[in-house]
Each structure stands twice: as C-alpha cells, then as structure tokens.
C-alpha cells in the first residue's frame, strides 16, 4: 500500500495564512493598543457597537481579519464588499437592500476592503446611507484616508491606526501555527527558535509573510516518517530577499523622500545614505531622486555653498547617462557633499516672502523708469525715462530704486554667515552703504 505523503491531507491545500485566520479576538495577534483588555475598539466589538471607522495600516496586520471578527460577532447584517471587483451599480444594489434592512429594524455593516481604490464618485455614493444610518462603514486600506478617502466621508468614520506587528508578535503567530491543528499541530514540525527568529525579522512586520514563509520553509524542509525538521538552510533560501515595503505612488514614497531631505538638511550624512539606499533598493527612479537633490541644494545650501547646485545636477546628468545600478555612486557623492555642507535657507525663504507679496500686491505697476520704450509713443509717456545704466558709473552702482513705490525697501534676501554665504552678506552690505551715501 502507498505511503500517504504529509502533503497529500486536504486541509494543506488552502494557504496556511488562510487556514490560521483568526475567528475571535482573543486568537487576534497584534494591535494591543486598539484590542487589548479595555481598549476602546475592543468594547465596541464585544458590544456590537461598532460606527463607521476605517482600519488604515500596512499590508498583513489584521485589516480583514478584524472586519471578519467583526462580523462573527455582531447581529447586523455583513455584507463583504471589495474595492477592486466592485463598481457604482454594486454598491447600488447593496445600499437598496440595506436600505429595505433598516425599514425592518435591522443593522447593516458593510466591510469595504481597498476602499482606497475606489474613485470619488464610487465613495459618494456610500455617503449619503451612511449620513442616515442604512449602513455602518467599515474601510480597510494601506494608504493615508487623508489623501485618498473623500473629506466627507471621512469626517463620518472614525480612524482607527494598524501598526506593523512586533517581532514578538510574529514569533507568537507562528508558535501558534506550529502549534494549531489548522497549522501544522499534530504533525511533526520541528522548528528551532533561531529559525523562527530569522522568519519573524523577514517579515518586517507583515503576518502574511510570515505565515507564507514558514508554510514554504516547512514544504522545503527534510520530511521523514516521523515528521518534517525544518533546517536554518531551507529558511535561508526562502529568505535569501527581502521584499521591501515601498509604493511610489502611495504615503510610504513621500515618508521615504521626506526622511532622506530631513537627515540631509539636519547634515546626518549617515542617515542619509541609509534613506537614500532604501529608496534605490525598493526601485525607487533614480532621475527622482536627483532631481530632488538639485532642488535641495538651492532650498538649503543656497550660496552657503554654491557648489553644491553644480555637483547636484552634474549627479543628475551622471545618473541619466548610466542609471542603475551603477550611479547609485554618483547619488551617494551627491547626498555625502549636500550632508556635510554649509546650511543656508536664505534664498527660499526669499522667494517665499516676494511671493506672499506678489500674490497680495498683484496691481503694482513697473516703475517707469525700468520699462523699455522702443515706440515713440512710450518714450512720450515717459517709459524708460531716468533709467540709470550701471556700466556707466565707476562703481557699478547707482542709487536708482526698482522696487515699487508701495514696496520700497522691503527686503526678501537675510543671507546667513554660513560658508560662503558670509562673503554674499558682506558685498550686500557694503552695496546697501554705498546706496545710502550716494541715494541723494
């Protein structure tokens, strides 16, 4: 008689994170600060009072799960509902029914899973059963409601933040699946610490992968008659890369990028190279980056150090010729030079103050004297009239005022002392004394 093989038991055909699903809370892993033992969430859940609320948090913390706890729990009526399959007409005919449910006295909770997905028109349509209470809202994403939920809607939802699970919530979720018979309890798995260890720290925090990893760690593992011995060199090989948590076009591309221009303008040079590695190694577009780097250079090394422009866009030009991998170099010299220069915001702080006044002086007219007249007609009205040309004087200097009458002698421009910015504040300095011995 053929020998049953360890794979051949029905129950190992769904994938393990499937099977390991939580069905109440006290199996729920992870986020104590929402569940935990008089949390507010909690109570909710055991009341069978949940509002509308959205599980904002990253991927493999329990989003669905919870939305499906929920619904093992409540007497409402729950309706699963997913972003990526559904359109306007489906949520039509789920809001009629909830609708003829709330005639009836009976509650309806409807769970939307990537609710970032859908567009504004898709989210309106929820809005107005939410307002009257047909249904009780349940959205679950990975990117920021702020951005990607409807203002409206979200001023109707309470927010309810899911954090990446800790390492030792990971090794509890898979002892757990060790453990339980809808694991691999009853068979045999051995599994030392340091290899659950080593799995739970790939995970980064994502219980999915975790699961996964170790359902493949086990399925590579060296199976005998009395069980299956999971080594440390099946785990290594299915943990030989990992899948950085990155989106570039979601909230984690503008966390990163902030990181990288916060440690370079706080001149970690150490941090910033570390941000900018994580970048490139999740795919990041290098010519991205780059051009953020040019823009940095006049943001916030200014003419502290002006070199520090022309290194920026000779970097962004290197890294146009030869892209990735090799100009992650180039990228590099560019965040090292902009760490450790001088710092001066001077020169934005400048355009952001002429343009506050631009925007709220919008009618000054160009003095006359700095307007051209190539007509005769404009000569006649005076354009150009009195204009003082610099060349002609000895010190390259006139006392001429260019700025308009409303405007005259705002300044925008505050350098610094730092590096060579200092050299700037001194020549302005002596051109703002000159000006005034010579204005009359």
């Given at each position: 008689m053929q020998q049953q093989s360890f794979f051949d038991d029905r129950i190992m055909t769904n994938p393990l994170a499937s099977r390991l699903r939580p069905r109440n809370l006290d199996e729920f892993v992870g986020q104590t600060h929402l569940l935990g033992d008089g949390k507010v969430m909690r109570r909710m859940i055991d009341s069978d009072q949940t509002p509308s609320m959205i599980f904002w948090g990253p991927p493999g913390v329990g989003k669905t799960t919870l939305a499906r706890v929920i619904a093992g729990k409540t007497k409402a009526n729950f309706i699963d509902f997913s972003a990526v399959t559904s359109g306007i007409k489906e949520i039509k005919e789920v809001m009629h029914r909830a609708e003829g449910s709330r005639?009836?006295?009976?509650?309806?909770?409807?769970?939307?899973?990537?609710?970032h997905r859908f567009n504004k028109a898709q989210q309106d349509a929820f809005l107005p059963f939410v307002e009257k209470g047909s249904i009780v809202l349940i959205g679950a994403t990975t990117e920021n409601p702020s951005f990607e939920i409807n203002s409206a809607l979200l001023s109707r939802c309470k927010v309810f933040v899911m954090h990446a699970l800790s390492d030792d919530d990971m090794k509890r979720l898979l002892q757990n699946a060790l453990r339980d018979d809808r694991g691999f309890g009853g068979r045999n798995v051995d599994v030392d610490a340091e290899s659950v260890s080593m799995i739970a720290a790939f995970a980064n925090g994502d219980a999915r992968v975790a699961l996964n990893t170790l359902e493949m760690a086990v399925l590579n593992g060296e199976h005998e008659a009395g069980g299956t011995t999971v080594t440390k060199e099946a785990v290594a090989q299915c943990i030989s890369k990992r899948s950085l948590l990155y989106d570039k076009n979601g909230e984690e591309?503008?966390?990163?990028?902030?990181?990288?221009?916060?440690?370079?303008?706080?001149?970690?040079?150490?941090?910033?190279?570390?941000?900018?590695?994580?970048?490139?190694?999740?795919?990041?577009?290098?010519?991205?980056?780059?051009?953020r780097l040019v823009r940095f250079a006049s943001e916030d090394v200014g003419l502290a150090d002006s070199r520090a422009l022309e290194i920026a866009v000779s970097v962004y030009r290197a890294c146009h010729f030869i892209g990735m991998p090799e100009c992650n170099v180039h990228l590099t010299h560019a965040v090292v030079y902009l760490s450790a220069a001088p710092k001066s915001n001077a020169v934005d702080v400048a355009y952001m103050s002429a343009a506050r006044d631009a925007r709220e002086m919008i009618a000054e007219p160009v003095p006359l004297h700095l307007r051209n007249a190539p007509t005769k007609l404009m000569k006649e009205l005076h354009y150009g009239e009195g204009y003082e040309y610099a060349h002609h004087y000895e010190d390259k200097l006139t006392s001429m005022e260019c700025l308009p009458d409303s405007l005259r002698g705002r300044k925008y421009y505050e350098p610094t002392s730092q590096g060579s910015e200092a050299r700037v504040k001194e020549r302005l300095a002596q051109i703002e004394e000159w000006k005034k011995n010579n204005r009359n």
């Open positions: 005639v009836m006295g009976e509650k309806t909770i409807l769970f939307v899973d990537e609710i591309h503008y966390n990163m990028i902030s990181a990288l221009h916060k440690s370079i303008r706080n001149s970690d040079v150490n941090a910033g190279v570390y941000w900018l590695a994580r970048m490139l190694e999740a795919g990041e577009d290098p010519l991205y980056i780059a051009r």
